[in-house]
C-alpha cells in the first residue's frame, strides 16, 4: 500500500526514473524546416536528448506524420536507435504501435517533444494523460508554425496536469545524483549543447539575456 501511494505522489510531483520513462520525438520532418518557427533550435533539443537517450538507456519513440508526403525526420537527429519509428496520419502519436511499445516496456511517464504544439503535440499529451501516462513537455523543444499557438497549448497542456519542463531540468532529474554512472556524461552533453541553449529562441522568448550574446 505505502509503495502504491509512493508511486502515485512521485508522478504528480513529476518525477522522472529512466527505467520508466520514454522520450517521444512527434513529427519533426524535412518539409516543417521553412515553416516552422525556431526551427533550428527545436531541432538542436531534439538532437541533445536523441544522444541523451543513448546515454541513458532511455527509449526513443517517434512518429512521421505521412512521410510519403512531408519527409521523414531530418537527418541531423539520431533516430537509429528508435525503439519505433512510426508513420501515422492521426495527429496524436498514441497509434496502436505506440501503445504497445509503451506497455511491453512498462513506462509510466514520457518526455514529448516536437512539432506542432497545438495540434499533434497537444493531442499526443492529451491522449497519453488520458491512458494514465505522466507527461512531460519540453518547453524548449515545441514549436509551431504560428509562434502564438505555442504558448496557448502549453498552457493548455499544463493546465490539464502536464509537466511543461527544460530538456536540461528533465537530463538531470533523471540522473538525480552527481554520483550516478552516467552523470558525467550527461553534464558533458549539456555543456556540448550550452552555446545553443542560450540561443534557443524557444526557451528565451524575447531573445537571449546581453550578457550571453
Avoid at 538542436?44 to 536528448?49: D, F, G, L, S, W
Avoid at 514520457?110 to 492529451?126: A, D, K, N, P
Wanted: glycine content about 4%.
Amino acid at each position: 500500500m505505502a509503495s502504491r501511494a509512493a508511486a502515485s505522489s512521485a508522478r504528480r510531483l513529476g518525477w522522472l526514473n529512466a527505467n520508466s520513462t520514454a522520450f517521444l520525438l512527434c513529427d519533426v520532418q524535412e518539409k516543417f524546416r521553412p515553416g516552422i518557427h525556431a526551427f533550428e533550435s527545436l531541432v538542436q533539443v531534439a538532437q541533445k536528448m536523441s544522444k541523451a537517450s543513448r546515454i541513458l538507456k532511455v527509449p526513443l519513440i517517434v512518429t512521421e506524420q505521412y512521410s510519403k508526403g512531408l519527409g521523414h525526420t531530418v537527418e541531423e537527429i539520431d533516430i537509429g536507435h528508435a525503439s519505433v519509428v512510426e508513420d501515422k496520419s492521426r495527429f496524436s502519436m498514441f497509434t496502436p504501435a505506440v501503445a504497445q511499445k509503451l506497455s511491453e516496456l512498462q513506462i509510466q511517464s514520457v518526455v514529448l517533444y516536437g512539432i506542432e504544439s497545438h495540434v499533434c503535440v497537444l493531442q499526443t499529451c492529451l491522449e497519453l494523460m488520458d491512458n494514465d501516462y505522466d507527461v512531460h513537455v519540453l518547453a524548449d523543444g515545441v514549436s509551431s508554425m504560428n509562434y502564438p499557438e505555442i504558448e496557448i497549448a502549453l498552457r493548455r497542456m499544463e493546465r490539464e496536469g502536464a509537466h511543461v519542463v527544460s530538456s536540461e531540468s528533465v537530463l538531470f532529474q533523471i540522473t538525480n545524483d552527481s554520483k550516478h554512472p552516467d552523470f558525467k556524461a550527461v553534464s558533458s552533453l549539456v555543456k556540448e549543447f550550452q552555446a545553443a541553449a542560450r540561443q534557443n529562441k524557444l526557451l528565451f522568448k524575447q531573445g537571449p539575456p546581453a550578457a550571453q550574446l
